[in-house]
């Protein structure tokens, strides 16, 4: 299946490293000009090197007003990707007001952001556009010390949702990607140890972790015309996790 998104303005949050860097990447092979945001200057400077063509934005999404300035002149986009989260495990028991503030202010308010300023200049032009939010099973599962993190991707299921509902009028989709664990610097955070592993990826009926990839290709997917009628769905990434 051949996607192309020749002519297509693409934005890409937390593209710095993992799997926004690799989306970002892939957009510019297949067509796109593309615009990344993540916080870390380094990143951006590494992924202008391996790919001059893409326009760098250094912010950090936490920040409401820091991002609103960073971005106000960020001009037309056809396709956002809102990746960008931060993971902190603790216990329920331990889950402190700061890491609970920080996870909901990246994880679900920042794409709350972001998707209103690209959304907005979507309905203007009257051009819609597609929307893909990086969720995670966890939205769906509970999982040991990721009661904030489930929590966040909990609330982005249905902030997709209800995106979709109102901006599908305007010809906007939103979609979302549901991954198992991906063996990025978050993946590692929570899975580097193999016994720990082990417990998840017995639980995966295809045996096996997620590669970047695979996650890439969903993306693209629901990001293209190949996925027209595809409104509102988080489409799981996990080798079958969510259906056990
Ligand atoms: P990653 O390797 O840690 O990369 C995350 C990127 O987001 C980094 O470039 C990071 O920049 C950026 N970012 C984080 N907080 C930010 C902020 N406040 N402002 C701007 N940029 C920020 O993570 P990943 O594994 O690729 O995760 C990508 C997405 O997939 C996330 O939404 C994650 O929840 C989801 N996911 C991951 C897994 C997994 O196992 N890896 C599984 C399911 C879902 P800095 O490094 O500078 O903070």
């Known amino acids: 299946m051949e996607i192309s ?22 957009l510019v092979r297949c067509g796109a000009e593309v615009t990344a945001v993540t916080r870390t200057r380094s990143d951006l400077d590494t992924l202008v090197l391996e790919c001059p063509s893409i326009t760098p934005v250094c912010v950090d999404l936490a920040d409401w007003e820091a991002a609103a300035t960073a971005l106000q002149d960020v001009g037309p986009v056809d396709l956002l990707v809102n990746n960008a989260a931060y993971a902190a495990l603790q216990p329920f028991l331990e889950v402190t007001p700061d890491q609970f503030d920080k996870s909901m202010n990246v994880n679900v308010r920042a794409v709350l952001q972001v998707s209103q300023i690209v959304a907005r200049g979507m309905k203007a032009r009257g051009t819609g556009g597609s929307i893909v939010n990086i969720s995670s099973q966890a939205s769906q599962c509970a999982l040991r010390d990721h009661a904030v ?96």
Request: glycine share 12%; hydrophobic share 40%; with cysteine.
């Open 149 to 244: 993190y489930c929590t966040t991707k909990g609330a982005l299921d249905m902030l997709t949702k209800v995106m979709a509902l109102e901006l599908g009028p305007y010809q906007i989709r939103v979609n979302s990607v549901n991954p198992t664990v991906v063996m990025t610097e978050m993946g590692r955070l929570g899975w580097s140890d193999p016994d720990k592993a082990k417990t998840m990826t017995s639980r995966i009926p295809l045996g096996r972790f997620a590669e970047v990839e695979d996650v890439v290709n969903s993306i693209l997917f629901l990001l293209s015309n190949k996925s027209n009628m595809t409104n509102g769905v988080t489409l799981p990434v996990d080798g079958g996790f969510l259906a056990c």
């Open 5 to 26: 998104f020749a002519g297509k303005r693409a934005l890409v949050t937390g593209a710095g490293k993992g799997i926004g860097r690799a989306t970002a990447l892939a």
